[in-house]
């Protein structure tokens, strides 16, 4: 098993650029979610979904689009990248519950100049 | 709401001597995990040991253990015999049951631990 994979490793916007971070996993877990770590700060939740076509909103939403389409894959898309997205981006995976660790991608390193 | 607070931002620890992390919470829900993550500066997020709040026992795996207090809502990860390659960032996180766990980890802003030779 790959387990949680994340692309790109490392990513440069510019300010008003779009763009999508892919995540996938290859492990049949239903829920899935995306965090964002700044320096100094623990992990803090942008969205999460439950299962494909279900997506609900965590700590730190705006300027974040998701969507479930498939188990497999979970994108996060940045619709006008501004430079406080400037940040490691980290998906993760589990089975239902809260007795279940969550299972994290290597992260992408994302700079908005 | 859930609330992770981690009280020391750095530690130095002599190597072979065992660690103590620190770790409180603040929940309003019945039924909630605890859990304990390693980032080195490799950037990954590794996960260590698990505790349920319903859990009589303190968890351990291998060197680590979970000192679970849930009167003082404490869950402070013990590291013993600490090896050079334990220095990372640990995280201590959290998930309740009022969003049937789906709704992600609330995590502490970190401890980085330090092991000096």
């Known amino acids: 098993n790959a387990g949680v994979t994340q692309t790109p490793k490392f990513q440069v916007l510019k300010t008003g650029q779009s763009m999508t971070l892919q995540c996938a996993q290859d492990?049949?877990?239903?829920?899935m979610s995306w965090y964002r770590q700044d320096p100094g700060m623990g992990l803090r939740l942008i969205h999460y979904?439950?299962?494909?076509?279900?997506?609900d909103q965590g700590e730190v939403p705006n300027g974040y689009n998701v969507s479930r389409s498939t188990t497999e894959d979970f994108p996060l898309r940045l619709l006008s990248a501004a430079p406080s997205q400037t940040s490691v981006y980290f998906c993760?995976?589990?089975?239902?519950?809260?007795?279940?660790?969550?299972?994290f991608g290597p992260g992408t390193r994302l700079t908005v100049t | 709401a859930q609330k992770i607070t981690q009280t020391q931002p750095g530690m130095f620890v002599q190597e072979k001597e065992a660690v103590t992390l620190d770790c409180t919470y603040d929940t309003s829900d019945q039924s909630y995990g605890l859990f304990w993550y390693k980032q080195p500066s490799s950037g990954e997020m590794i996960f260590l040991i698990y505790?349920?709040?319903?859990?009589?026992q303190n968890a351990t795996e291998g060197r680590y253990s979970l000192n679970f207090q849930k009167a003082r809502k404490s869950a402070n990860l013990v590291i013993s015999a600490s090896q050079l390659g334990d220095s990372a960032m640990y995280f201590c996180?959290?998930?309740?049951?009022?969003?049937?766990?789906?709704?992600?980890?609330?995590f502490g802003k970190g401890t980085h631990l330090i092991i000096q030779p």
């Open positions: 492990m049949n877990h239903e829920y």
């Open positions: 996180a959290m998930k309740g049951d009022s969003g049937g766990g789906a709704d992600g980890l609330t």
């Open positions: 993760a995976s589990n089975h239902g519950g809260i007795n279940y660790e969550q299972y």
């Open positions: 505790q349920g709040s319903y859990d009589e």
């Open positions: 979904s439950v299962g494909a076509g279900i997506t």
